[in-house]
T-cell receptor
Framework: GQSLEQPSEVTAVEGAIVQINCTYQ??????LSWYQQHDGGAPTFLSYNALDGLEETGRFSSFLSRSDSYGYLLLQELQMKDSASYFC??????????WGAGTKLIIKP | DAGVIQSPRHEVTEMGQEVTLRCKPI?????LFWYRQTMMRGLELLIYFNNNVPIDDSGMPEDRFSAKMPNASFSTLKIQPSEPRDSAVYFC????????????FGSGTRLTVV
C-alpha cells in the first residue's frame, strides 16, 4: 500500500525553529511536496523536492532523502501567523499527489 | 490572475437535493483535481482531469457523484441525491505540467447537507 507518516501535532515557541518530519512508502516517487493550510482556508503550495538535499525559501526549508524515504519541513524564526496545518505529499508516476494526514503546528508566544 | 475560482463558497441543502459545485481553473493549467476534506478522512482525491479528460475517478465515492469538464475553463462536481454524510469542504485544484506538482487550490465550497 501507499502511506505517508507525519506527526499529528507539533508545538513550538514564537521565534524558535521547528522541524516537521514526513516518511513515506509509495509505489512510485517523483518528489515530495509541502503545503500549508490555515484553519478555514485552502492548502497553499510551499515547496517541492525531487532530488536529495535541502531547498531553502526564505524562512522555510525542505529536505529530502530518497534513500531513507524521508523528508522534513523546517520553519525558522517562527511567527504566530505560521500556526497552521502542514501537509506532505508524494508525487507519484500518475502525476497525482498522495497526501499525508497533516501536522497541526501550534505556536505559543 | 484571479486564481482558481470556486462557487458557491457555502451551500446548505436538504438531504435528497441535487448539489452542483463549480470551478474555473487558472488559464493554461491543464490538470484539474476535485478534492473533499473532512476532519475524519482528511484530503481525499475524488477525480482528476488532464486536458479536460477524466483520468482517474476511482475516488468518487458512489454513483451519486459525477464530474464534468466540458472545456478548459470550467468544471462541475454534482451530487444527486445529496446525503448528510456528504457534508465536507470540496476543493478544486489545478496545475500545469511545468508546475513541479505545485497545485493551486480554490477557496473551497463548504457543503452542509441537513
Amino acid at each position: 500500500g501507499q502511506s505517508l507518516e507525519q506527526p499529528s501535532e507539533v508545538t513550538a515557541v514564537e521565534g524558535a525553529i521547528v522541524q516537521i518530519n514526513c516518511t513515506y512508502q509509495t509505489s512510485g516517487f517523483y518528489g515530495l511536496s509541502w503545503y500549508q493550510q490555515h484553519d478555514g482556508g485552502a492548502p497553499t503550495f510551499l515547496s517541492y523536492n525531487a532530488l536529495d538535499g535541502l531547498e531553502e525559501t526564505g524562512r522555510f526549508s525542505s529536505f529530502l532523502s530518497r534513500s531513507d524515504s524521508y523528508g522534513y519541513l523546517l520553519l525558522q524564526e517562527l511567527q504566530m501567523k505560521d500556526s497552521a496545518s502542514y501537509f506532505c505529499a508524494v508525487a507519484d508516476s500518475n502525476y497525482q499527489l498522495i497526501w499525508g494526514a497533516g501536522t497541526k503546528l501550534i505556536i505559543k508566544p | 490572475d484571479a486564481g482558481v475560482i470556486q462557487s458557491p463558497r457555502h451551500e446548505v441543502t436538504e438531504m435528497g437535493q441535487e448539489v452542483t459545485l463549480r470551478c474555473k481553473p487558472i488559464s493554461g493549467h491543464n490538470s484539474l483535481f476535485w478534492y473533499r476534506q473532512t476532519m475524519m478522512r482528511g484530503l481525499e482525491l475524488l477525480i482528476y482531469f488532464n486536458n479536460n479528460v477524466p483520468i482517474d475517478d476511482s475516488g468518487m465515492p458512489e454513483d451519486r457523484f459525477s464530474a464534468k469538464m466540458p472545456n478548459a475553463s470550467f468544471s462541475t462536481l454534482k451530487i444527486q441525491p445529496s446525503e448528510p454524510r456528504d457534508s465536507a469542504v470540496y476543493f478544486c485544484a489545478t496545475s500545469s505540467t511545468e508546475a513541479n506538482y505545485g497545485y493551486t487550490f480554490g477557496s473551497g465550497t463548504r457543503l452542509t447537507v441537513v
